[in-house]
């Protein structure tokens, strides 16, 4: 019988039969975007678990981590962010244990090198940062070729590799005796289906004791799950929960006027809400509708939340702020969306477009003009500048120049993807079509680029 196992799905109920099963670690998910909420561990599951006797691991699996086109540097930033702050303030995990990060296919060497690579690159860099949440060890979930080149990279180190034996370096990554964890094939123990595991000889792999003064408090009409008092609905005929930080995301449903809920993270003016009480997201409302039940408090709306919840940085609206300037669909609504604002769009439009983009991303920014004044009003949200050359898909380019007509002397856009240090494909105000479409940092007849800047 495995004394390591990982289950997909909420597994709580069942933690006792686990435990008397022989089970000793059960490695559970985090995801910032599932579709799917018994994937996520939740910190109700988490204290079910921990009161049963067993030890936790954690792995962290995207909505679409078994594809090549969800791996990236930003997406790698986004989604280690979410797994340090969701294991923080959510489960919380201890430092020095691991999350590790899943690539639930068989990556082919150029799409480990040009996307495997680069996504744990920032899954690095995001935890490089000095937020004041503990520190956790990388891990690799994959394929022997990914885990092996992973490791190679110093990118990672944990390696656990994935049942399929016929996934690329399998044999010689197993014979490597470099992996953690090695995945078995699917079973079911006390009930539950799961993967067993066998941890490598001498390999601490990363799991821990979630003591019960960490779990955050249980939901009792105090704080939640997340730490966070509850907050009441105050729109007299109700409000829409949205599965995603924008009107443009679908309504889940309506919430009565005096609901009660429980902020989780704030996206811009946007709150993440738990309406169950179990820690779990729900989706997401507008902040400026929920105002503050906690005795004595008299905070309200937006700027109460900005205090209290722990707000996303903007990295991680980046992958969706590249498929909306990479979309005929995105780019027809910024488009649309700037020449309702700017009167003479797309003449001196390109802050404006831009705007809209970051909008429509759940980045929020206010409809700016000028591209030196948007240039500012990122970096104050925390934009970091980049020199020319070193720019990746999802920056954003500022150009200055000296001469003294209005027109062409800045110029702001986004970047959609590179071909080297100076080809870029970019979206902007300059093309009457919706696609994007070349520009050369170095300009070639247009401004060049001064520096660029990103969210990290």
Not at 31 to 58: C, F, H, M, V, Y
Not at 203 to 211: A, R, T
Not at 313 to 329: K, M, T, W, Y
């Amino acid at each position: 019988m495995a004394s390591i196992i990982d289950v997909s799905s909420t597994c709580g109920s069942k933690a006792a039969a686990l435990f008397a099963g022989g089970v000793r670690t059960v490695i559970r998910y985090y995801s910032r975007d599932t579709i799917r909420p018994s994937k996520r561990l939740s910190s109700a599951e988490a204290e079910q678990l921990a009161a049963a006797g067993l030890r936790l691991g954690i792995v962290h699996e995207g909505r679409h981590g078994d594809m090549a086109s969800n791996f990236d540097r930003p997406t790698g930033v986004a989604d280690a962010q979410y797994a340090r702050t969701y294991g923080a303030t959510t489960i919380g995990q201890p430092a020095g244990s691991a999350i590790y990060f899943g690539v639930d296919f068989d990556a082919s060497p150029a799409e480990i090198r040009d996307r495997i690579l680069p996504y744990f690159q920032g899954v690095a860099d995001a935890f490089a940062v000095a937020t004041g949440e503990p520190d956790y060890v990388v891990g690799v979930y994959g394929s022997g070729a990914t885990c092996k080149a992973v490791l190679d990279a110093g990118l990672a180190a944990r390696a656990w590799l994935a049942q399929s034996t016929g996934w690329a370096g399998h044999a010689a990554f197993l014979s490597s005796k470099r992996w953690a964890l090695n995945q078995g094939a699917v079973a079911t123990v006390a009930g539950v289906e799961c993967d067993p595991d066998t941890a490598g000889e001498d390999q601490d792999i990363g799991d821990f004791v979630l003591h019960p003064a960490a779990v955050p408090a249980s939901p009792t009409g105090g704080p939640g799950a997340s730490g966070i008092a509850p907050m009441r609905v105050n729109a007299r005929s109700g409000l829409r929960l949205r599965a995603g930080p924008g009107t443009d995301f679908d309504v889940a449903r309506l919430l009565p006027f005096g609901t009660l809920v429980r902020p989780l993270k704030s996206v811009g003016s946007w709150t993440m809400i738990d309406v169950e009480g179990d820690g779990v997201a729900d989706g997401f409302v507008s902040g400026a509708f929920l105002e503050d039940v906690t005795a004595g408090s008299g905070g309200t709306g937006p700027a109460h939340l900005e205090a209290a919840v722990h707000t996303i940085a903007d990295s991680v609206n980046v992958p969706e702020l590249i498929r909306q300037g990479s979309s005929a669909a995105g780019l027809k609504a910024a488009r649309q969306t700037a020449k309702a604002s700017l009167p003479g769009y797309p003449t001196n439009g390109c802050a404006a477009h831009l705007s809209a983009l970051l909008q429509q991303a759940g980045v929020d920014v206010a409809m700016t003009w000028g591209a030196g004044k948007l240039a500012h009003v990122l970096a104050d949200r925390g934009w970091t500048r980049i020199a020319v050359g070193k720019q990746i898909s999802g920056d954003v380019g500022v150009c200055f120049d000296n001469d003294p007509t209005p027109a062409g002397a800045d110029h702001i856009y986004l970047v959609v993807s590179t071909s080297g240090p100076d080809e870029m494909m970019i979206a902007d105000n300059q093309r009457t079509t919706d696609a994007p479409h070349v520009r050369f940092a170095s300009g070639h007849g247009k401004t060049p680029t001064e520096y660029f800047l990103r969210a990290l």
